[in-house]
Nanobody, 125 residues
Framework: QVQLVESGGGLVQAGGSLRLSCAAS????????MGWFRQAPGKDSEFVAA????????YYADSVKGRFTISRDNAKNTVSLQMNSLKPEDTAVYYC??????????????????WGQGTQVTVSS
């Protein structure tokens, strides 16, 4: 059973930084794609970033490119999302997700089989 547990959310002022972590357990993740999505109140879920566990190729939404960095730590089985230059529009619940194999539709929720419980990120203006 795959388990994903996010941590690191909180309240930060615009221009500040936060680092989210996702602890993954229950499988060997070498073939997996790990993603971060977010959902703001009253809005649809939005793809943020993804990383291929093997090789470390990364993908970003245009809205976060240059500000957010996704990375993984093989030894700790964790995926992190470093968020810099945060804006009020980044406010959302952030979810970690895992897909057992590479999917070209990595930006789609339907590509992912497993989800964490989410962590709140609030950016004040």
């Amino acid at each position: 059973q795959v388990q994903l547990v996010e941590s690191g959310g909180g309240l930060v002022q615009a221009g500040g930084s936060l680092r989210l972590s996702c602890a993954a357990s229950g499988r060997t993740f070498t073939s997996y794609v790990m993603g971060w999505f977010r959902q703001a109140p009253g809005k649809d879920s939005e793809f943020v970033a993804a990383i291929r566990w093997t090789g470390g190729t990364t993908y970003y939404a245009d809205s976060v490119k240059g500000r957010f960095t996704i990375s993984r730590d093989n030894a700790k089985n964790t995926v992190s999302l470093q968020m810099n230059s945060l804006k009020p529009e980044d406010t959302a619940v952030y979810y970690c997700a895992a897909a057992p194999n590479w999917r070209s539709a990595y930006a789609s929720r339907s590509a992912y089989n497993y989800w964490g419980q989410g962590t709140q990120v609030t950016v004040s203006s």
